[in-house]
């Protein structure tokens, strides 16, 4: 299985950016299709966004797009998410996960493989 680990949260103002990245490592990190979740206090985790393994056929929630935005570097076994004109809404917990096979999946029980999670805090 794979191993996630997710870095680059922080404290952001409102209309900022951060760039997440989540760095796979023990299985052959484009075999994967990869994911963005979070979860803010008190709410179940949701969907962010995905990508296929071989970086195409991304997926952005609805809400989401236009700010937020994934890509993959294979070579480096490393995945981002852009997140720009950050709101306070924003704020979570966000987390990447791995799933084997082609397809992106919105579903969390579709993926064995989680990070241990970056805290994203946006202040207004």
């Known amino acids: 299985q794979v191993q996630l680990v997710e870095s680059g949260g922080g404290l952001e103002q409102t209309g900022g950016s951060l760039r997440l990245s989540c760095v796979g490592s023990?299985?052959?990190?484009?075999?994967?299709?990869m994911s963005w979740f979070r979860q803010a206090p008190g709410k179940e985790r949701e969907f962010v966004g995905g990508?296929?393994?071989?970086?195409?056929?991304?997926t952005v929630v609805e809400s989401l797009k236009g700010r937020f935005t994934i890509v993959r570097d294979n070579a480096k076994n490393t995945m981002y998410l852009q997140m720009n004109s950050l709101k306070p809404e924003d704020t979570a917990t966000y987390y990447c996960?791995?799933?084997?096979?082609?397809?992106?999946?919105?579903?969390?029980?579709?993926?064995?493989?989680w990070g241990q999670g970056t805290q994203v805090t946006v202040s207004s």
């Open positions: 996960a791995a799933r084997l096979g082609g397809l992106v999946d919105r579903r969390t029980s579709a993926y064995a493989a």
């Open positions: 023990g299985r052959i990190f484009s075999t994967y299709s």
């Open positions: 990508i296929n393994r071989s970086g195409g056929g991304i």
